[in-house]
């Protein structure tokens, strides 16, 4: 693991750090949730679970803030325009994440208001979990820099994230 030594890089690596439990968070709340559709009330059993996710998304959401604002205005190595469309394409990404977990919770909290036919109510499942896969696209090259990881070890946590999003989509498929 990367030692920090800038109030920036404690920021960044503490963000790195929580972005990682989230991504722990959220494959066994999809585990849960995708092995609920065959063993009725098994999500009901860890409600603990989804809370503690939000408030680590809630602690990554203001630690990215902190960590994007003190990039832009770092004077000694002011990001480049690259860097700069990185930042615009994961904010995107985790834009719109947050409205896919949104209308994610209105299907989960709100069963009534899901659509007539059961396939049709999986549609929110899979735009979640695809706007997931593009936002850890995104953001696995930073996160695995901010925690020292290597090229190659990065691309392959990158490859295995996406793959097990990827299998989640499937097991969601074949759950009918």
């Given amino acids: 693991m990367r030692r920090a030594s800038t109030p920036a890089g404690k920021l960044r690596l503490f963000n790195a750090l929580v972005a990682s439990a989230i991504a722990v968070f959220f494959l066994a709340h ?16 860890v409600p603990w679970l989804t809370w503690a996710m939000f408030g680590a998304v809630g602690i990554h959401v203001f630690a990215s803030a902190g960590a994007t604002a003190s990039m832009l205005t770092d004077t000694e190595r002011p990001p480049s325009s690259r860097k700069k469309r ?6 995107t990404t985790g834009a719109v994440l947050a409205l ?32 997931l896969a593009w936002h850890v696209g995104i953001a696995t ?5 901010d925690l020292g990881i290597g090229k190659r070890t990065r691309d ?12 989640l989509i499937v097991l969601l498929l074949l759950a009918s």
Wanted: hydrophobic fraction near 60%.
């Fill in 30 to 45: 999809s585990l849960l949730g995708a092995a609920s559709f065959f063993v009725e009330g098994l999500v009901n059993h």
């Fill in 156 to 167: 392959i946590m990158r490859a295995t994230y996406v793959l097990g999003i990827l299998a």
């Fill in 86 to 91: 990185h930042f615009v394409l994961k904010w």
């Fill in 100 to 131: 896919v977990i949104a209308a994610h919770l209105i299907c989960v909290l709100c069963p009534e208001n899901l659509l007539a036919f059961s396939h049709q109510a999986k549609v929110p499942f899979l735009l979640l979990l695809a706007a």
């Fill in 141 to 145: 090259k930073s996160l695995a820099r």
